[in-house]
């Protein structure tokens, strides 16, 4: 875990000093959890490697008949000679190993990994959209591999390679605020920058979740109805007119719908009529320090967040409104076993327990219908919830969610900010690897479920789960404890939002552009 540790001989050194954290034999208990720690890696590095794959092959890593390497005894190596690092140890299946090409034809590559041979078929390289294998590989080409099989001393393996897209994963006890995972890239060995709490990034719609959860605070609930219809807002730099992923509008729909399908426009109305300033103040209390641009963009996700508070925050849902700061380190003692220092949890109270369950139903519908629905099937196994979000041009892809027990939260993305490409958004590109970490995370433990957080499928549930409640029912304001959800459960209208008509806007080419709006998955 070398994201994980050196995030912590970093704290260590801005609280101890570099010469007791060096030289002083610190004994230093931490929250990491092994086999979630593997999961988490094996997870991040195969969905990268996925989706670097969906952009195309790249070609040869190297050719040594182009670009002579040099043996030990400086003479130049040939196809025979040639011996890579990754030959030192036995070739185990499922190993991702370099192998160099030794002859191409019309029918197959044959490639060398020390003293074992593969003859790499169309079907081996497949995903490249090429079928003549010598359209892919050259004589003396060091391409990557994933070995799948092995039998004496024939290989079967499928041509891959390392990825140039980024990711990071992080996972964190709800109950204790413990992070159990961190991966902050692909390869610590190549790049030690930890995207998990180090990367400033536009989280898109799962950002969203925030402006929801006011909403149920002022007393708006999962069944009240908001138009999805055209409108424009008035800004210092002209109309701003936001619009769905899909350019089209639903009309009248419920913020159950609206949230679980990420539908822009309404986040936006909603946004408006709650007031910026108390989301804002409200991501305060979830812990969010990262600095919010107060515009109504801030709605779809136009303010930068490190994945470790945007993670944490929603671990609140779970843990019926309250916050538990995340943590590294438990402990420190001397060598000698004398405790130098605790690090107990750090809690607050953010919403009252019926809002946070009504919430987490919310989130659940997001794998029942909505945008997440591609893991249903894991999510009827497990109880589940969470949000998509993706960022305008699709530069960022994000998926934060959690279980009863454990949050997680995936984002990719490439380090200079360009596109993943069309299409890439977060269901499609954080959600399988959340997916997959969760899946084995979970897999053979006893099963948690959400005893006061069902799926919604009528009002009358909504004032179920706030009586489950009880006197939990309360959230504190700046003056005093006000009792929240009288009206959650009606079905009634947002109120109208002061809005100018899209009919009334100048023509396109007098307006100037807009604040850039992220997509919603």
């Known amino acids: 875990a070398p994201y994980f540790v050196e995030d912590i001989r970093q704290f260590l050194e801005r609280k101890y000093g570099r010469e007791t954290v060096q030289q002083k034999g610190l004994r230093v208990y931490t929250t990491l959890n092994v086999q979630m720690q593997k999961a988490a890696q094996e997870a991040l590095r195969q969905g990268l490697r996925e989706d670097d794959k969906r952009r195309g092959w790249r070609g040869p890593e190297e050719n040594i008949l182009k670009n002579p390497v040099r043996l030990p005894d400086g003479q130049p190596a040939t196809l025979k000679t040639y011996e890579n690092p990754d030959w030192k140890g036995p070739l185990k299946a499922g190993q991702l190993v370099h192998g160099i090409v030794m002859e191409v034809s019309r029918h197959d590559a044959v490639v060398r990994f020390g003293d074992l041979t593969a003859h790499v078929k169309p079907a081996d390289f497949s995903w490249t959209w090429k079928r003549d294998p010598r359209a892919v590989f050259m004589p003396g080409d060091i391409d990557l591999f994933k070995i799948d099989d092995i039998k004496g001393s024939t290989v079967h393996a499928t041509l891959d390679q390392t990825p140039i897209v980024q990711g990071a994963l ?66 210092a730099s002209g109309l701003w007119a936001p619009h769905n992923y899909d350019d089209k509008f639903e009309g009248n729909i419920t913020l159950l719908h609206a949230l679980a399908e990420s539908r822009n426009v309404p986040a936006v109305k909603l946004l408006a009529k709650l007031g910026i300033d108390n989301v804002i103040k409200l991501c305060r209390r979830f812990g969010i320090e990262s600095r919010l641009v107060p515009n109504l963009p801030l709605a779809l996700g136009a303010s930068d967040l490190t994945l470790l508070e945007h993670t944490s925050a929603f671990s609140t849902f779970p843990d019926d409104g309250v916050h538990i700061a995340p943590r590294e380190v438990l402990r420190v003692t001397d060598y000698n076993g004398r405790v130098i220092d605790e690090f107990p949890s750090h809690v607050t109270d953010v919403l009252p327990a ?168």
């Not at 009358?460 to 700046?478: K, P, W």
């Not at 009606?490 to 807009?514: C, E, F, G, H, L």
């Open 354 to 521: 019926g809002i946070a369950r009504i919430e987490v139903s919310m989130l659940r519908e997001v794998f029942n219908s909505g945008t997440a629905v591609s893991q249903r099937a894991l999510a009827q196994k497990y109880d589940l919830a969470g949000k998509t979000g993706t960022t305008n041009d699709f530069t960022d892809a994000w998926f934060i969610g959690f279980s009863p027990s454990i949050a997680c939260g995936v984002w990719v993305g490439f380090d200079d900010h360009h596109p993943l490409g069309k299409g890439e958004e977060g269901s499609h590109v954080a959600l399988p690897i959340w997916a997959d970490f969760m899946s084995q995370v979970l897999k053979g433990k006893p099963i948690q479920r959400f005893p006061d957080s069902p799926l919604l499928s009528n009002p009358n549930q909504v004032q179920q789960i706030l009586a489950s409640a009880g006197t939990n029912n309360l959230v504190a304001s700046d003056s005093a404890a006000t009792p929240v959800g009288a009206g959650l459960a009606d079905t009634r209208p947002v109120s109208s939002i002061q809005q100018i008509p899209v009919a009334a806007q100048p023509p396109a080419s007098a307006t100037p552009k807009p604040p850039p709006a992220p997509q919603p998955n």
């Open 170 to 235: 992080l996972a964190i006890d709800n109950a204790t605020g413990e992070i159990k995972a961190m991966v902050g890239g692909y390869n610590y060995d190549t790049s030690k920058f930890n995207r998990a709490v180090q990367a400033y990034r536009q989280v898109g719609s799962s950002f969203k979740v925030y402006v929801y959860a006011q909403a149920l605070l002022d007393g708006i609930g999962p069944f009240d109805t908001i138009l999805d219809t055209p409108v424009s807002f008035p800004t």
